[in-house]
Structures are given as structure tokens and as C-alpha cells.
């Protein structure tokens, strides 16, 4: 399968606890977006990449929100001391092109679920 | 970012054509239209891509009148399948990210 992979699929966590989602986009895409959807919401935009250089946050990415693209490959998303309202599904998506008008593949989601 | 409006959502016929149209009265020069659709516990996956007129590919057409104050995203023979929430996007070249809001829920029906 050579489409936009993302693990854990699902994760618990209590309050207070650190978790971290990791993506691998498809091979050679350049840009690697990461978002976070609620139920029934649309895609909300929290950072992208490109290449290894984080080049724009979104407000939503608190300081205990970091994400990382070591060597422009994958890319880590990391929830310091999570809260409840954090519990959501954190999408990845990579692109091939400079800009969206290049179709994103997004990957599966990780279902973060915080008690 | 140009703001759209789609119908919450829409129920139709296994085998009907779908149209699904998307407001965006303020859109600029520079902007395009996109859709993508979402499956339940999926990402959402892109479907079709236009600036203006007519946009076709094997999934479905994109109808963009001159004004491109709006536009139609057109379904062929809907199966069960199809079901799924459908996001129009709006975006300007060069821009940096999506806004996806909150999509039109289409559900088929046998």
C-alpha cells in the first residue's frame, strides 16, 4: 500500500498525559499536512510542511501542540499534557505540489479518545 | 478565504443523478473550487477540481457559472456507495492550507 499511512489508528489516554501520532506521507510528496476533525465538523487546518520546514500554524496549534518532519520524510504529532477538548481524529495529508491546489492524500486518522 | 455554503444534506435514489451546489459569492480572481468526499472513520479523499465552465472526470463533472459565484457538483447514477458527506472548498492559488466546514451529508438510498 502506498498511500498515507498513520499510526496508532485509535489512542486512550488519560488527562495529563503526553501522546504522540506519527504519519508517513506517500514517497517523495514535498508537503505534509496535518488537521484535526470533530464530529461533525469538517477538517480544521493545524500546521503543514514543507519538506522538512514547518512553514505555517494554524491558532488552533496550541503550545502543547509540537509536530516534526526530521529529513522531510515522516512526521510526528506530539499533545503535551492533554486535555478532554483535545479528543478528536488528527488527520494527515501530503501533497506532491507547492500549494492546495494540488490534490492532498490524506491518510486513515488517529482517533484520540482522552478520559 | 471564501466562504461557503452547501445544504446540510440530501437524501437521493440508488441510480439518480446527484447535484450538490456550493454558494461562494465572495470568491476572488485568483480562487479555485475543489471537492473532496469523506467516508465514516476515513480521510477525506479528493474528487474533482475547477476554475471555470465544466470540469469532468470519471467520478463526476463540476458545472462553474461565469459569475463562479457558485458551483455544482454533479453525481452520475448514485449507488449506495456514494454515501458519504461531500466538502466544497474554495481556495486561492498559492495559499497554504484547506478549510473544509461543515459539508453536505448525501445519503443514498436502495
Known amino acids: 500500500d502506498t498511500g498515507v499511512s498513520q499510526n496508532p489508528r485509535h489512542k486512550i489516554t488519560k488527562r495529563g498525559q503526553n501522546v504522540t501520532f506519527r504519519c508517513d506521507p506517500i514517497?517523495?510528496?514535498?508537503?505534509l499536512y496535518w488537521y484535526r476533525q470533530t464530529l461533525g465538523q469538517g477538517p480544521e487546518f493545524l500546521t503543514y510542511?514543507?519538506?522538512?520546514?514547518?512553514?505555517?500554524k494554524s491558532r488552533l496549534l496550541s503550545d502543547r501542540f509540537s509536530a516534526e518532519r526530521p529529513k522531510g520524510s515522516f512526521s510526528t504529532l506530539e499533545i503535551q499534557r492533554t486535555e478532554q477538548g483535545d479528543s478528536a481524529m488528527y488527520l494527515c495529508?501530503?501533497?506532491?505540489?507547492?500549494?492546495?491546489?494540488?490534490?492532498?492524500?490524506f491518510g486513515p486518522g488517529t482517533r484520540l479518545t482522552v478520559t | 478565504l471564501a466562504k461557503t455554503t452547501q445544504p446540510i444534506s440530501m437524501d437521493s435514489y440508488e441510480g439518480q443523478e446527484v447535484n450538490i451546489t456550493c454558494s461562494h459569492n465572495?470568491?476572488?480572481?485568483?480562487?479555485?473550487i475543489t471537492w473532496y468526499q469523506q467516508f465514516p472513520s476515513q480521510g477525506p479523499r479528493f474528487i474533482i477540481q475547477?476554475?471555470?465552465t465544466k470540469v469532468t472526470n470519471e467520478v463526476a463533472s463540476l458545472f462553474i457559472p461565469a459569475d463562479r459565484k457558485s458551483s455544482t457538483l454533479s453525481l452520475p447514477r448514485v449507488s449506495l456507495s456514494d454515501t458519504a458527506v461531500y466538502y466544497c472548498?474554495?481556495?486561492?492559488?498559492?495559499?497554504?492550507?484547506?478549510?473544509f466546514g461543515t459539508g453536505t451529508r448525501l445519503t443514498v438510498i436502495p
Open positions: 465572495n470568491i476572488a480572481t485568483n480562487d479555485y
Open positions: 510542511f514543507q519538506n522538512e520546514a514547518q512553514l505555517e
Open positions: 514517497s517523495e510528496h514535498n508537503r
Open positions: 475547477g476554475y471555470k
Open positions: 495529508a501530503s501533497s506532491p505540489g507547492t500549494d492546495p491546489s494540488y490534490e492532498q492524500y
Open positions: 472548498l474554495v481556495f486561492k492559488a498559492g495559499a497554504n492550507n484547506l478549510f
